[in-house]
């Protein structure tokens, strides 16, 4: 059974850089067909889809968000990260990294969108 | 302001069947049959009910069945439970450049 963690400090500072990691077990990140994505929901609000990356390093990111991640693989340790600059207090939310199936992707679209495994979700506050 | 339109919340009797909407735009839902759907009871990770508009996860009940017209697709839960309470949100593809999009999410109520 595929499971994924979320970990990293539960703190950050206002335009500090949040960093969260997701470590995968029980199956290989560089499993073709598969993109590894974070998805975060602020208190009380929705979903928001922050961005996903491939094993190769192919990335997709939300146009909101852009400028301010980065996410990153590391297939020798089967895990992927995201980086959050200049956050604020907007950024606090529940974090989640998650298996994104995309399919086959072409310039412009992909074959399928879900995500079908899910870490549990850790909470990031942005506070001084 | 989320991409796609869902209803804040919806309710039902135990037995009876419901269904939540998901409105989108010729750009997402009405181009791609690429909408998911997730259920999120307090404190969980979402879980996925229905990929590619209407096929569904092995371990899903067949209770819950997806659909789409036009630009709006729906998720219909029929023989309600209590354990049906929870946050639904719907999910779409809009293209290379955004490929997901998720709704603001509907509240469901079992009464």
């Known amino acids: 059974q595929l499971q994924l963690q979320e970990s990293g400090p539960g703190l950050v500072k206002p335009s500090e850089t949040l960093s969260l990691t997701c470590p995968v077990s029980g199956g290989s990140i560089s499993t073709s067909s598969y993109y590894w994505g974070w998805i975060r929901q602020p208190p009380g609000k929705g979903l928001e889809w922050i961005g996903s990356i491939y094993y190769s390093g192919s990335t997709y990111y939300n146009p909101s968000l852009k400028s301010r991640v980065t996410i990153s693989v590391d297939t020798s340790k089967n895990q992927f990260s995201l980086k959050l600059t200049s956050v604020t207090a907007a950024d606090t939310a529940v974090y989640y990294c998650?298996?994104?199936?995309?399919?086959?992707?072409?310039?412009?679209?992909?074959?399928?969108?879900?995500?079908?495994?899910w870490g549990q979700g850790t909470l990031v506050t942005v506070s001084s | 302001q989320s991409a796609l339109t869902q209803p804040a919340s919806v309710s039902g009797s135990p037995g009876q069947s419901i269904t939540i909407s998901c409105t989108g735009t010729?750009?997402?839902?009405?181009?791609?049959?690429?909408v998911s759907w997730y259920q999120q009871h307090p404190g969980k990770a979402p879980k996925l009910m229905v990929y590619e508009v209407s096929k569904r996860p092995s371990g899903v009940s067949n209770r819950f069945s997806g659909s789409k017209s036009g630009n709006t697709a729906s998720l219909t839960i029929s023989g309600l439970q209590a354990e049906d309470e929870a946050d639904y949100y719907c999910?779409?593809?809009?293209?290379?450049?955004?490929?997901?999009?998720f709704g603001g999410g509907t509240e469901l109520t079992v009464l």
């Open positions: 998650a298996r994104h199936i995309l399919g086959y992707c072409s310039s412009t679209s992909c074959t399928s969108n879900y995500f079908d495994y």
């Open positions: 010729s750009s997402d839902v009405g181009t791609y049959n690429l």
């Open positions: 999910c779409s593809h809009a293209g290379a450049r955004t490929p997901v999009v």
